[in-house]
């Protein structure tokens, strides 16, 4: 039913014109505007991602949004020319090298947006 339905992710900020500077000037996504609820929107991949004020905020201890990139070393080295400071690891399990860490069939790199929010690229590995 709704394997062809359309997919949003909404993503609560406290500060939606620090978020905006955060998501278009770093990220370098494509501003889609205001909806008449408040939201912000941004069209990425054929998806949606919303903005939407909150307060106080609701920032989650998990990864909130996962981009997909074909060349993760390379997207991480034009982020941090936009100013994305990325986190390392050192947990059993979850050991980051250079910001990546290898998880199964994927490599990984976390980086927090404005808000505390934890985004997250991945490689997928050849099989």
Same mark, same amino acid.
């Given at each position: 039913m709704l394997s062809t339905a359309s997919v949003t /992710?909404? @993503?609560? %900020?406290?500060?939606?014109?620090r978020a905006r500077a955060f998501y278009e000037g770093c990220l370098g996504l494509t501003p889609g505007g205001f909806k008449p609820d408040g939201k912000f929107v941004y069209s990425v991949g054929g998806t949606t991602l919303a903005l939407f004020? &909150?307060? =106080? $905020? /609701? &920032? *989650? =201890?998990?990864t909130a949004i996962s981009f997909q990139v074909n060349d993760i070393a390379a997207s991480i080295a034009q982020l941090k020319r936009s100013g994305v400071v990325f986190e390392d690891y050192d947990f059993p399990g979850l050991k980051t090298v250079n910001h990546v #860490? %290898? @998880? $199964? *069939?994927? &490599? *990984? *790199?976390?980086? &927090? =947006? /404005?808000? $505390?929010?934890? @985004? #997250?690229?991945?490689? =997928? @590995?050849?099989a």
């Open positions: /992710t909404m @993503l609560p %900020v406290k500060d939606i014109d004020p &909150k307060p =106080d $905020g /609701t &920032k *989650a =201890d998990h #860490c %290898v @998880l $199964g *069939a994927e &490599k *990984a *790199a976390w980086f &927090k =947006d /404005t808000e $505390g929010n934890y @985004l #997250c690229l991945h490689e =997928d @590995l050849p």
